[in-house]
């Protein structure tokens, strides 16, 4: 198991290259989906091909049912959910009106229930890299976990 710190940052680290929110939603969105594979490998013990073929939804749905008890696995759930609502907005609307806000405003919900790594100063930008690197290391760290 690597540090979740290093998770954090090499997750930080790709996504502080882009400058635009809706990038940096769809970039950590497949990063976020990335290391739901990595819990599902890890915790529900599936092989990559069932992994593979799982939206991100599914992946969502199957973590879930693992231990729908566990109140931080719900939690990281319930953040990763409302990227995907995001991000399906941002596919499916021609016009995905304050996208950015709400993006922003999820950042700080994130960062207010998971301590995070901090790389720089905080801006808008940085604040919503660092959630989603707070989030993609919480994840990771959740995989490898004790059951």
Known sequence: MLPTQLIEWATWQDLDKYQSFELILLKGHLQIEMFLGVCLRSRAKLIESKIFNLSFHGKLLKLGAIDCT???????????????????????????????????????????????????KRTNRTIITHAMSSLAGSLYGYAHSEA
Do not use: T, Y
Request: glycine residues 2%.
């Open 70 to 120: 566990d109140g931080k696995l719900s939690m990281l759930l319930e953040f990763a959910r409302e990227l995907n609502r995001m991000r399906n907005r941002l596919a499916h609307e021609a016009f995905a009106e304050r996208i950015d806000i709400d993006l922003l405003n999820w950042a700080h919900d994130v960062l207010d229930k998971i301590p995070a790594q901090r790389f720089q």
